[in-house]
């Protein structure tokens, strides 16, 4: 029931930043995981942060030190900061959401509702 839509993709050199933007609507519960996932032409979907109605935070190892997750709740928004970019980053950026749930997840198959996708491209 929950509605995403992702925005904030674009294309960078290597080394610079981009913040994505997920709006969410129609969310009542105070139970969710939110999470952004990435996906290249030719390679599987992957979980790249992750986080929880809980508080808890999670990242691939790919992204770590790099790539913050946050939310604002005023804003029904989620966001993430993408800093020293690689062109090894670009794909596809999906947000996802899961009601009724708070524990945080990188795995897709523990989450019902994504976003369109925002395209990221990083050049060297």
């Known amino acids: 029931q929950a509605q995403l839509v992702e925005s904030g993709g674009g294309s960078v050199q290597a080394g610079g930043s981009l913040r994505l933007s997920c709006v969410i609507s129609r969310y009542t519960s105070s139970r969710y995981r939110m999470a952004w996932f990435r996906q290249a032409p030719g390679k599987e979907r992957e979980g790249v942060a992750a986080l929880s109605s809980r508080g808890t935070t999670a990242y691939a190892d790919s992204v770590k030190g790099r790539f913050t997750i946050s939310q604002d709740n005023a804003k029904n928004t989620l966001y993430l900061q993408m800093n020293s970019l690689k062109p090894e980053d670009t794909a596809m950026y999906y947000c996802a959401a899961y009601l009724l749930n708070w524990d ?11 976003g369109q996708g925002t395209q990221v491209t990083v050049s060297s």
């Open 104 to 114: 945080v997840s990188l795995d897709r198959n523990d989450y019902r509702y994504w």
